[in-house]
């Protein structure tokens, strides 16, 4: 039999995984819990909107047998199964390939954070087991598969035999080494713990044979101990159950549990509405900016469930753009199963549903900012150039919804301010909101132009992300207040600059100045705007000269 190599990227990962020092191997169940799950919730909504295949409730469910003889743990399921060429595709390759140039970016020397930040499914199995073998049979295909492997130096697939439909995960639990063991895995009691804490909302019924001890039959005081199958998780899902049952570790596991982020979130909403149109959603701000997160490959979009169905794994019109970092679900009993993508587009009550949505994160963002300041500006640090994207997007459509989200560095107080803070705090005199654009805070201190708004009292904005200004165009004005950069020929400071004697000498110095810089300056003037400084640049008109800058580095 052939033996088939792991992609590199998948063979260092396994190394790691092999390897890992990681405290919390428990959560290898929770993976291949979820793992069976969604391959279940494929096959239900399958015989949903398939009529020809037969259709029984109670077909659906995950079961999870320990063996101490054979020191098997295996992980049955009911799902879809794979086909062959699934197996390779699915179980060769790590699934979102990107993740793993990431974590070992941001490798710490034994792997232990990248562990902790970021699950990997799958392969989280050989943090317990030696050996892992997938016996599994598609939906549609006669024939059964086994792909074994014993970690890192590749894999084997064969002709199995199997009667059911769906995939069996077996795992061979490592033998005990020294202080590092591994037993725990094949006790009843401990694995109940675990499915509990991390899978309790999982849907379907995860099976266990349980051990319970029970008065014998056909006599007085004697007990027997017999194996019973039992259900373990609660099964009702998470966005149904009521709030005040809930803590934040529930939603926080529900969080890692459906693997939206590998951080914990800064923030979760669970809204259930119950008026034009019905719906449950459950959605999470996160603390840190997703690795792909401004790159073309990152995809936004929420869950979406019908009646407790998932139809579609990414609903990308359930978020406008600017919001495209939360996560979380949508379940509503209003969408019909069968639905297509092109007329989901178009469907109404979806769209009501994207509407109540969007202003319940607006209403969370506004919270976060007015109640817990600090968090606000950690989510600012990783979300922040979106929300400036938005504004500047669509012809600054989205203002009304955004500006007051919105944070710039302040030259007065030295840390990160609401345009609001900043109007509230202008002194009568002050005719408009003060900017001043540059690579870094160090740089634009240094700035000569901004010397005269300073010494007027006035506080300035720093921008130092490209977007700033371009969406503060948009803008145009905040509380009626003009946006000026400190550069502008008209600073609406009162300095006498236009009245300006200019000796012959002067004159002569300025002419033979602007000669020299022909083509690149149109005018040399004297100015009272400069205190330290002896010369600086400004600008006429609406251009700046670091947008300019960036737009000629623009591709045309
Ligand atoms: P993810 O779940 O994030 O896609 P995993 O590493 O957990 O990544 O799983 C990789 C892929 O293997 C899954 O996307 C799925 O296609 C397939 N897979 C894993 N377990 C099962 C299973 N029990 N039944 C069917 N397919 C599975
Ligand atoms: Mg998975």
């Known amino acids: ?87 390779e595709t699915n179980l060769g390759i790590i699934a979102k390939s990107g993740s793993l140039a990431f974590k070992t970016e941001n490798e710490s020397k034994d792997g232990h954070d990248i562990i902790g930040q970021f699950g990997v499914g799958f392969y989280s199995a050989f943090m317990v087991a030696d050996v892992v073998t997938v016996i599994t049979k598609a939906f549609d295909s006669d024939q059964a598969y086994k792909w074994e492997s014993e970690g890192a130096d590749g894999y084997t697939i064969e002709p199995c035999e199997k009667e059911t439909r769906g995939t069996e ?105 119950d008026g ?70 178009h469907d109404r009550q979806l769209k009501l549903i994207a509407k109540n949505i969007k202003s319940k994160i607006k209403t969370q963002l506004q919270a976060l900012l007015r109640d817990d300041r600090e968090k606000y500006e950690t989510f600012y640090k990783s979300f922040g150039r979106q929300l400036k994207y938005g504004v500047y997007s669509d012809f600054g459509a989205n203002k009304d919804t955004l500006q007051d989200l919105l944070l710039f560095y302040s030259s007065k107080e030295k840390k990160m301010v609401t345009l609001d803070e900043y109007v509230s705090r202008m002194p009568e005199s002050q005719k408009y909101i003060y900017y001043a654009s540059g690579e870094s805070n160090e740089r634009i201190e240094k700035m000569p132009q901004t010397e005269a708004v300073a010494e007027a009292g006035y506080e300035i904005l720093y921008f130092t992300d490209e977007v700033d200004e371009f969406a503060i165009k948009m803008l145009m004005t905040y509380k009626e207040k003009e946006f000026k950069s400190v ?19 002067q004159k002569a110095l300025f002419d033979s100045m602007k000669e020299l810089l022909a083509g690149k300056v149109k005018d040399v003037r004297p100015s009272k705007r400069l205190k330290t400084h002896a010369v600086c640049f400004s600008t006429e008109g609406e251009v700046t000269i670091e947008m300019e800058k960036i737009l000629k580095a623009m591709p045309h």
């Open 276 to 345: 034009a149109v019905r719906y449950n959603a459950i959605l999470f701000i996160p603390e840190q900016m997703p690795f792909d997160y401004y790159t073309k490959e990152f995809e936004k979009g929420l869950e979406l469930y019908s009646s407790g169905v998932l139809i579609m794994e990414k609903c990308s019109d359930l978020l406008p753009d600017y919001f495209s970092f939360v996560k979380g679900m949508v379940d509503s009993e209003d969408l019909s199963l069968n639905i297509s993508r092109e007329i989901l587009q």
């Open 487 to 505: 550069s502008s020929g008209d600073l609406g400071i009162e300095t006498n600059e236009q009245n300006e004697d200019v000796t012959e000498e």
């Open 1 to 87: 039999m052939e033996k088939k190599q792991f992609q590199a990227e998948s063979k260092r990962l396994l190394e790691m995984m092999i390897n890992s020092i990681y405290s919390q191997k428990e959560i290898f169940l929770r993976e291949l819990i979820s793992n069976a799950s969604d391959a279940i919730d494929k096959m239900y909504y399958k015989a949903l909107t398939d009529e020809s295949i037969t259709f029984d409730q109670s077909q659906y469910y995950i079961k999870v047998t320990p063996n101490k003889e054979n020191r098997t743990l295996t992980i049955t399921d009911t799902g879809i199964g794979m086909t062959k060429e699934e197996l």
């Open 169 to 273: 995960i077996i795992l061979k639990i490592k033998e005990n080494i020294e202080e590092e063991t591994y037993d725990e895995y094949l006790e009843e009691y401990r694995l109940r713990a675990i499915i509990k804490k991390y899978s309790d909302f999982i849907r379907y019924p995860i099976k266990m044979d349980v051990s319970e001890t029970k008065p014998k039959e056909g006599s007085e005081g004697e007990f027997e101990s017999v194996q019973e199958e039992k259900t373990i998780n609660s099964m009702v899902p998470i966005w149904r159950k009521n709030k005040s049952e809930l803590t934040t570790e529930d939603y926080e596991n529900f969080y890692a549990e459906k693997r939206y982020g590998f951080d914990k979130p800064l923030k979760h909403v669970h809204i259930s509405v």
